[in-house]
C-alpha cells in the first residue's frame, strides 16, 4: 500500500516559469513533510521541510504547501532554473524510529 | 567530516553470489538507513538500525540482511544474488531530535546477472 502519492510523473517547464509538484498522504501519523533532491548519479539531499502546525513554509524559491485537512502538500519552485533540473521525492515520516516513506518521485526539467 | 561513504560504487553479480555493501558514516549519528532505488520506484526502506546493535526491517527486506556493530557502520549483506536485486543502493544516516534530517551517500549501483 502505497502511503504517498507523488505527482506528476515528470514535468516540463521553461526556465522563470513556475514547477510546482504535488503529493497525497494516507498516514495520519505522519507529522513530518520533507522534500529531497536528487541529482543524477548522486543521493538524495534535504531541499525543504514542514511540519503540520504550518500551512506554507519559504525558503527562497521553493515553497511547501500544507493542508493538513486533505492530507495533501506541495512543493512550489518560482523562477525556475535550468539548474533545478532534478528528482524530486516527497516523504513523510511520524514516530520514534524516524523512517521515512518516500512518493514516487518526480523528475522536473526546466528547459533554458 | 566525510560524510556518509558507500562502497563499492558499482558492482556486477552472478545469480546465487553473494556481496557486503559498505556504509559508513563520521557524523557520530545513532539512526542509519538502507534503501533501495528502482526507476519510478522511489526509495524503499530495506533495513534501518536505531543504534550499535539494533536492527529492525523495513518495507523490502527479503534476501537482504544488517548488523551494526557500531555507531559508524551499517554494512549491507546480500546472500544468493537474484535479478531482482539489482538496483541502486543508498545509505542515510540521522541524528537523534527534533530534526529528522537523512542524509545520503553517494550510492551502489549493483547488476545482477
Known amino acids: 500500500q502505497q502511503q504517498v502519492k507523488q505527482s506528476p510523473q515528470s514535468l516540463i517547464v521553461q526556465k522563470g516559469g513556475i514547477s510546482i509538484i504535488n503529493c497525497a498522504y494516507e498516514?495520519?501519523?505522519?507529522?513530518?513533510f520533507p522534500w529531497y533532491q536528487q541529482f543524477p548519479g548522486k543521493g538524495p539531499a534535504l531541499l525543504i521541510a514542514?511540519?503540520?502546525?504550518?500551512s506554507e513554509k519559504k525558503e527562497g524559491r521553493f515553497t511547501i504547501s500544507f493542508n493538513k485537512s486533505a492530507k495533501q502538500f506541495s512543493l512550489h519552485i518560482m523562477d525556475s532554473q535550468p539548474g533545478d533540473s532534478a528528482t524530486y521525492f516527497c516523504?513523510?515520516?511520524?514516530?520514534?524510529?524516524?523512517?521515512?516513506?518516500f512518493g514516487k518521485g518526480t523528475l522536473l526539467t526546466v528547459n533554458p | 567530516n566525510a560524510g556518509v561513504t558507500q562502497t563499492p560504487k558499482f558492482r556486477i553479480l552472478k545469480i546465487g553470489q553473494s556481496m557486503t555493501l559498505q556504509c559508513a558514516q563520521d557524523?557520530?549519528?545513532?539512526?542509519m538507513y538502507w534503501y533501495r532505488q528502482d526507476p519510478g520506484m522511489g526509495l524503499k526502506l530495506i533495513y534501518y538500525?536505531?543504534?550499535?546493535?539494533?536492527?529492525d526491517k523495513g518495507e523490502v527486506p527479503n534476501g537482504y540482511n544488517v548488523s551494526r556493530s557500531t555507531t559508524e557502520d551499517f554494512p549491507l549483506r546480500l546472500e544468493l544474488a537474484a535479478p531482482s536485486q539489482t538496483s541502486v543502493y543508498f545509505c542515510?544516516?540521522?541524528?537523534?531530535?527534533?530534526?529528522?534530517?537523512?542524509?545520503f551517500g553517494p550510492g551502489t549501483r549493483l547488476l545482477v546477472l
Open positions: 542515510a544516516s540521522s541524528v537523534i531530535g527534533t530534526r529528522r534530517t537523512q542524509y
Open positions: 516523504a513523510g515520516s511520524g514516530g520514534s524510529n524516524y523512517k521515512l516513506t
Open positions: 557524523m557520530n549519528h545513532n539512526y
Open positions: 498516514n495520519t501519523a505522519f507529522d513530518y
Open positions: 514542514i511540519r503540520p502546525d504550518v
Open positions: 538500525s536505531v543504534g550499535a546493535g539494533i536492527t
